[in-house]
């Protein structure tokens, strides 16, 4: 593992990273997701796609990366790509699972690559919706410190400012940035996934000019049992257009 600082927005931001088969010229990054780290993804995919450069990132606030700030989606990519530039690194593919998935499209890469992105407004179970009224109710009353017994299993043991970052991205709608994504995307999706359920994928393709989408057996986590499938797709198109 390697770590490089990113000063931004007058902050300092230790980025972890590792970067697999350096000597190659193009590359792919490999983004997680909210509350995951750059390993998840080396697990998935570490030894595919051997064309290709490989670059894992810890996302500020997760792993090992610091983040001393509280943070917006926008700010995850700004710095992504200061990092990108300061390790000298042109992405031809940037991958993304869930909340990565929103950082990679706004980097504009080449080729985006969807896994089970975020993006696309999720309803919220029925109990969901209580614990958020309930919360509410009593926040003015005094009961704000209860905040551990209504927050989202994504923020358990989080700093402030990660819960306030997870504020700020939870409920972004991405429905016009797919839109506006002009380039290429290839979306992989798990068929029983939950978290971003498949009809969000069919949207996101529909709505993105030139892309196309994958279905498969799984969960939000489903890439871990298809990378090999997924890597294959991957490295076709890159046959094709590189």
């Not at 009353?141 to 927050?151: E, I």
């Not at 298809?226 to 094709?240: A, G, L, P, R, V």
């Amino acid at each position: 593992m390697a770590q490089r600082d990113i000063n931004y927005k007058k902050n300092t931001f230790n980025i972890a990273y590792d970067i697999v088969n350096p000597a190659k010229e193009d590359t792919i990054v490999i983004l997680h997701g909210w509350g995951s780290n750059k390993e998840i993804m080396k697990q998935a995919f570490a030894k595919q796609m051997e064309e290709l450069k490989h670059v894992y990132i810890d996302m500020p606030g997760f792993g090992k990366s610091t983040n001393p700030i509280v943070l917006t989606t926008e700010d995850y990519a700004n710095i992504i790509k200061m990092f990108l530039a300061d390790i000298g690194v042109k992405a031809f593919f940037i991958a993304g699972h869930s909340f990565g998935g929103k950082v990679a499209t706004l980097l504009n890469p080449a080729c985006l690559i969807l896994l089970s992105s975020a993006g696309i407004l999720v309803p919220k179970p029925f109990s969901v919706m209580v614990k958020i009224t309930v919360f509410k109710i009593l926040k003015p009353l005094g009961f704000g410190k209860m905040r551990r017994f209504f927050a989202s299993r994504d923020v358990e043991g989080m700093s402030h400012e990660m819960y306030e970052t997870f504020k700020n991205v939870v409920n972004e709608d991405f429905s016009q940035k797919f839109e506006d994504f002009a380039n290429n995307a290839l979306l992989f999706w798990g068929k029983s996934d939950t978290a971003t359920p498949l009809w969000t994928a069919e949207k996101i393709n529909s709505t993105i000019k030139r892309s196309k989408l994958y279905p498969l057996k799984g969960d939000h986590y489903f890439f871990l049992k298809h990378s090999k499938f997924i890597s294959d797709t991957i490295m076709q198109y890159y046959k094709e257009h590189k």
